[in-house]
């Protein structure tokens, strides 16, 4: 087995309470300042079989018999036009496409859960028909027991990018949400628990409460990715974005934990910028500082393997400590693997 894909069960730590968080959100400016870099080594992903096609804002891999795999955008340099396929590991180190899945034509930026025995797989549909005759994006969602025969049964509302998922104890199902405009301006990050993934609609995950206080109202954040802890709190794996004075944007990975319970989270805290990768080109100059988060594989040892697409062009990796492992001592927080500590943590709207 990979050293990757270790199961990751981290002793309990002793509980201790938060310290109080910060008044307000961070900037990205801020949060930036905070940022700290340990040793680590990063790299990129390396492709066949897509033609001519950029690969890049992939998933982290996962194991599925007995293979690696990821699921990836592909799509051409002067094009917005994707689709998200399969590519499975060879002995190489060389990632082809995986020759028992479906190609999920017309999707952008992937991603995939394991719920109740399936495979989840979203992607953001684009373009989208709306109702009213125009057209937006949309996310998709398909499920089932293999990838050759995934079928699907969900859209999320029109508009709406972010959506993840992930099993909660007793078949329940965690959703972030990521509205936009009157209810999430530039973009925040909401969340609510479904029965399980056949009670999953649009309207409710329309109506999901916002976390507070986790960007400031000209940048915008969302979630790319979450993990279920001992204890029963959740690690998100998310993004958080602004755009400088050219309009040129600037995404960096982030985390922070959530109380699925209280809906309670701690700070947001970047954990990598687009110079710990290798350099590269982008697919316009806009996109140049562009780190848009994929996945993140756990290890047994306290560090884990951060998987992203760069610059909408490249997919890499960053090998760094483990943002959701108890050792690691957060601005703000302590031993964030326990529900005690969200004791002074900031509730949630809604």
């Not at 018999?65 to 955008?73: E, L, M």
């Not at 309207?203 to 979450?226: F, H, K, M, S």
């Not at 050219?246 to 809906?263: K, N, Q, V």
């Not at 780190?291 to 997919?315: I, N, P, W």
Request: aromatic share 8%; net charge neutral; with cysteine.
């Amino acid at each position: 087995m990979s050293p990757d894909l270790l199961a990751v069960s981290p002793a309990p730590c002793a509980p201790a309470p938060c310290a109080p968080p910060p008044p307000a959100p961070a900037s990205c400016a801020t949060l930036l300042r905070r940022f700290t870099r340990p040793a680590r080594a990063g790299g990129k992903l390396r492709f066949e079989g897509a033609g001519a096609r950029d690969v890049y804002n992939i998933t982290a891999p996962f194991a599925c018999g007995g293979a690696r795999v990821i699921v990836a955008r592909v799509e051409a340099r002067e094009v917005e036009h994707a689709d998200a396929m399969f590519f499975q590991e060879h002995p190489d180190g060389i990632w082809r496409p995986h020759p028992g899945a479906v190609v999920l034509h017309g999707l952008q930026d992937p991603c995939v859960a394991r719920i109740a025995g399936e495979w989840v797989v979203g992607g953001v549909r684009f373009p989208a028909r709306l109702a009213d005759g125009g057209t937006a994006w949309r996310m998709e969602f398909y499920r089932g027991r293999a990838l050759a025969s995934l079928r699907h049964f969900l859209d999320g509302p029109d508009r709406m990018k972010d959506i993840r998922l992930v099993e909660l104890p007793g078949g329940r199902v965690g959703v972030l949400t990521r509205p936009q405009g009157a209810k999430g301006g530039r973009g925040k990050i909401g969340f609510y628990i479904a029965d399980s993934l056949a009670a999953l609609n649009a309207p409710d995950i329309a109506a999901a409460p916002l976390l507070e206080d986790q960007c400031i109202d000209t940048e915008w954040v969302g979630a790319n990715e979450a993990h279920l802890l001992p204890g029963g709190l959740l690690g998100v794996l998310g993004h958080i974005a602004c755009f400088d004075a050219r309009e040129h944007r600037h995404y960096y990975p982030m985390t922070f934990h959530l109380d699925p319970a209280t809906r309670r989270t701690t700070p947001v805290r970047i954990i990598a910028c687009r110079d710990d990768f290798p350099a590269g080109d982008s697919k316009r100059p806009d996109l140049a500082d562009v780190v848009f988060s994929g996945g993140l594989l756990r290890r047994a040892d306290g560090t884990a393997r951060l998987y992203s697409g760069l610059s909408d062009m490249e997919a890499g990796w960053l090998d760094l400590p483990d943002p959701f492992e108890c050792k690691m001592k957060m601005e703000n927080e302590k031993c964030p693997d326990r529900p005690a500590p969200f004791a002074g943590g900031r509730p949630a709207r809604g």
